[in-house]
């Protein structure tokens, strides 16, 4: 597959048109380690522009001398460009004496590279030529999302899903750099095979050991996680596909084991889970409720699911346990099982109290709509604590049985109204969740 160069419109025109230009002021190319000033550099000396001026490539850890002494000994009627790579290598000294040098070179012009950002040296040497009057600062920013799909449709030969590509600028921040490191040092280039909607990511059907903690891919669950808790559940998805790729399945473990399920891949999900280290699912919340889900649609149905909720709550300590017990009573009344008097669960946090008016409005949904109602909004106010109060899915399948509620209770305008705002979120996080979870009480 070959890395193709995109973007940068604006960046090559402005060091053209200078290049074009009489006079000898400095052109400084700045940008964040990977953002592709160097690339960048490359394409501009393949331009005509270039082709006018004898091109002089120079050493940043050359001294003073060395580098007065290499613009010298260039011979040639052309005017010069004297390119330095990574100049913030360099140091004051030598930096002015390729300016002198330049300045007795008729229609010489220099033209280096510096990093910006947190990553910057301070002071950086390049300064010396920043501040000069006349001086051309270009900037070269991040990769936008529409640039990074471009490029990722010229290594796969094909339109590529807006997910996959919006999840990899979400990983990489748009930097070059990060994404030839993951395209090609990781190897997710080769993971990309052609979906009914473009190229996506594969999905894995082994879940890789925890990668060596220098191999981690911090930026990458970082993007998972925040895809996840503002329900772009298809953007969350192409990460977690990636993660699990890069040895990361275990650090986005919550996510991938949930948005499997919502993609109708109960089997993949319990797969996954039952890679997990013995004890990890039992004591992490979001991870028993995924296979509660789960377990309702397998052979034992909601029974299992029920058993599996009581046992994890008995061997949890006293801060979990109703938590846990709530659920059971969720799972139970969803599924249209009698969940006892889930009001007697003790709430200890939010999201207990949250499962328990869910649980309540779910057994009181079709025979007392106007109490179910109560339940599901207090349920929803409840939902606003963000990944600490429920998974994010929640707020959405809450949202459609209040939606059923209001209907059945007489309240067609409100429900209309309700249901209109609810197509206004991330693709697949409005319906397509209410469906999954529609088929798990089935």
Request: with cysteine.
């Amino acid at each position: 597959m070959k890395w193709h160069f995109v973007g940068r419109r604006e960046q090559l025109a402005m060091i053209r048109s200078v290049l074009r230009a009489a006079g000898g002021d400095p052109l400084i190319v700045t940008g964040e380690p990977g953002a592709g000033r160097t690339r960048l550099v490359e394409h501009v000396l393949e331009s005509g522009e270039a082709a006018r001026y004898e091109i002089v490539p120079l050493d940043p850890r050359a001294g003073a001398r060395e580098l007065a002494a290499r613009v010298r000994a260039v011979s040639g009627d052309r005017p010069l460009l004297l390119v330095m790579d990574d100049a913030q290598d360099s140091d004051d000294e030598s930096l002015l004496a390729l300016r002198a040098a330049a300045g007795r070179s008729p229609h010489a012009r220099v033209l280096v590279t510096t990093v910006s950002g947190p990553a910057a040296r301070r002071p950086d040497p390049v300064d010396c030529l920043r501040f000069e009057p006349g001086a051309r600062v270009v900037d070269v920013p991040p990769l936008t999302a529409e640039e990074v799909s471009a490029l990722l449709g010229g290594l796969a030969g094909g339109h590529v899903r807006q997910a996959t590509a919006d999840a990899l600028h979400a990983a990489t921040g748009g930097n070059p750099g990060l994404l030839r490191e993951f395209l090609v040092g990781r190897g997710l280039s080769e993971r990309l095979t052609r979906g009914a909607a473009g190229w996506e990511f594969q999905c894995a059907t082994e879940w890789p050991p925890p990668p060596d903690p220098a191999a981690a891919t911090p930026r990458l669950v970082d993007a998972t996680r925040e895809a996840w808790a503002s329900r772009a559940f298809d953007r969350a998805f192409e990460l977690c596909k990636a993660a699990v790729w890069c040895g990361e399945g275990h650090a986005v473990s919550v996510p991938l084991a949930h948005l499997l399920l919502l993609r109708g891949r109960g089997r993949d999900s319990m797969a996954f889970l039952d890679s997990l280290p013995d004890g990890v699912v039992r004591s992490t919340p979001h991870l028993a409720l995924a296979r509660a889900v789960n377990l309702t649609r397998g052979p034992g149905g909601p029974a299992a699911a029920a058993e599996f909720l009581l046992r994890a709550a008995v061997a949890a300590g006293p801060r979990p346990r109703p938590l846990l017990l709530a659920y059971r009573a969720w799972v139970l009344a969803l599924t249209g099982r009698s969940a006892g008097d889930a009001g007697a669960i003790e709430r200890p946090d939010r999201e207990t109290a949250l499962f328990v008016h869910a649980a309540q409005a779910m057994a009181t949904l079709r025979t007392r709509p106007d109490e179910a109602i109560f339940h599901l909004r207090r349920a929803l106010a409840l939902t606003a604590g963000g990944l600490e109060v429920g998974p994010p899915w929640l707020r959405p399948h809450l949202t459609a049985c209040l939606i059923d509620a209001l209907l059945l209770a007489g309240r067609a305008g409100e429900a209309t109204l309700l249901a209109a705002g609810f197509h206004g979120g991330e693709p697949s996080s409005g319906w397509d969740v209410a469906l999954a979870m529609s088929l798990a009480a089935a």
